[in-house]
T-cell receptor, first 116, second 112 residues
Framework: DTGVSQDPRHKITKRGQNVTFRCDPI?????LYWYRQTLGQGPEFLTY????????KSRLLSDRFSAERPKGSFSTLEIQRTEQGDSAMYLC??????????????FGQGTRLTVV | AQSVTQLDSQVPVFEEAPVELRCNYS??????LFWYVQYPNQGLQLLLK??????LVESINGFEAEFNKSQTSFHLRKPSVHISDTAEYFC??????????FGPGTRLSVLP
């Protein structure tokens, strides 16, 4: 068990470019979450998957954001036409859950996005 | 919808003094409760959790938290802090089987 891994760790991009982040959860975990964290704030929920199904999306997730988990294993988060306000730490987490219960979420180290 | 309030954004405390970090939540359904810690330049790590059973839960490094359903609180305490406890602490809730909602965090600074 190598924990939750995220790639890349850092990304600098020009405004208007598209970026894609990858998350590999703990192998036996069926739930995968994406959060965004800015300096001095708590993680803000973006979306989560149970297996390959995207069960919930935050209103924070504009049309420029899309997430996939095609085979119920790794996930990607894409931001199209990046804006300076997208600069943040993007966190991925995974857990083992089913209807009515959930274990704790295990977090990756995050991908720090800087839009210049 | 659920929400989490951490009233103290920053808590400075001297080494070996006791500390309490407050967490209150709002939810119309039952929830699980968690405290996460984020050390400088590191990811979020689980500190302790309340899922069911005893309302007092403890971590391996001396922290404890008590679930109070009537007051919808889950305050974190430590009787004697160390310099190494300096970090950001986040309280989180999850309705049974759903996503995690985090508070804004409390920055604990332990002073020598």
């Amino acid at each position: 068990d190598t924990g939750v891994s995220q790639d890349p760790r850092h990304k600098i991009t020009k405004r208007g470019q598209n970026v894609t982040f990858r998350c590999d959860p703990i192998s036996e975990h069926n739930r995968l979450y994406w959060y965004r964290q800015t300096l001095g704030q708590g993680p803000e929920f973006l979306t989560y998957f149970q297996n390959e199904a995207q069960l919930e999306k935050s209103r924070l997730l504009s049309d420029r954001f899309s997430a996939e988990r095609p085979k119920g294993s790794f996930s990607t988060l894409e931001i199209q036409r990046t804006e300076q306000g997208d600069s943040a730490m993007y966190l991925c987490a995974s857990s083992l859950g089913r209807a009515g219960m959930n274990t704790e979420a295990f977090f990756g180290q995050g991908t720090r996005l800087t839009v210049v | 919808a659920q929400s989490v309030t951490q009233l103290d954004s920053q808590v400075p405390v001297f080494e070996e003094a006791p500390v309490e970090l407050r967490c209150n939540y709002s939810s119309s359904v039952s929830v699980y409760l968690f405290w996460y810690v984020q050390y400088p330049n590191q990811g979020l790590q689980l500190l302790l959790k309340y899922l069911s059973g005893s309302t007092l839960v403890e971590s391996i490094n001396g922290f404890e938290a008590e679930f109070n359903k009537s007051q919808t609180s889950f305050h974190l305490r430590k009787p004697s802090v160390h310099i190494s406890d300096t970090a950001e602490y986040f309280c989180a809730v999850t309705p049974y089987g759903q996503n995690f909602v985090f508070g804004p965090g409390t920055r604990l600074s332990v002073l020598p």
